[in-house]
């Protein structure tokens, strides 16, 4: 396993040190937005993670290894690498990247299994994915799912991509047992949006309580993490009254044209970036940030 996996020094020397470690998906810096836009991104974010006193550890597949916190150098070369060359990997196709030599970027079920293999805890992304609209006859559901009740970390986002049915996917989340919890609010969030019209099944406020709660679902013997959802900030927002008719919008544009399979997210998001005349962007930068300050605080509490 050792083999497979390079830890960057900094994250090796935290782990030793029991320091608080974030770690940070990479496909949002390959498949995310256009270089050097996403470079300053994806520095930003690890920036907030150190400024919230935790160490950052962004996860790719680079050079037939899995790379557990990247250097300027190696950030660099992900950020500016076409995302035509880059693979984007879940649990079923992160071991066929290593034995192809390809690079990776990690979504967030490849990114929750390599921090347990490193043994990271924690880990701040954006929106996690989950049932697609329609899925009763597409069978479209985000692997990410399965992950939280698989892999013993918790993920801190804004909630599921409101393109997708949020309230089918709070339901297979409570079928696989995943405890999703909110943070400052009883209402699921939406990702762009504040509020969901959904009621979360949890609320905790505290970070520490939310670290206790994973610490205590090892010692139960119960497997997988914990989803926490954090809402975007009110100032970033784009409230959900709003959202909608974008959002409606953009998935009868991608029925019309016939758009299918992986092909729909990214479709729908650079719509729903135009039809917003760019502030889905802005609003995806800032709760990430967001993200990232909450999820550096609970690592810091389960170090602690």
Known sequence: MKS???LSPEVSQALADNRPIVALESTIITHGMPYPQNLEVAQKVEAVVRE??????????MGGRIRIGLDAEALEALASTPSADVMKLSRADLAACLALGRTGATTVAATMICAHLAGIRVFATGGIGGVHRGAESSFDISADLQELAQSPVTVVAAGAKAILDLPKTLEVLETLGVPVI????DQLPAFWSRESGLAAPLRIDDPAQIAAAARLRGELGLAGGQLVVNPIPAEAEIPRAEMIPV???ALAEAETQGIAAKEVTPFLLQRIFELTDGRSLDANIALVLNNARLASQIAAAMAG
């Open 52 to 61: 919230s006193g935790a160490v950052p550890a962004t996860i790719a597949v």
């Open 182 to 185: 909110a943070y400052g609010q």
């Open 4 to 6: 497979l996996i390079a």
């Open 247 to 249: 959002v409606e919008q």
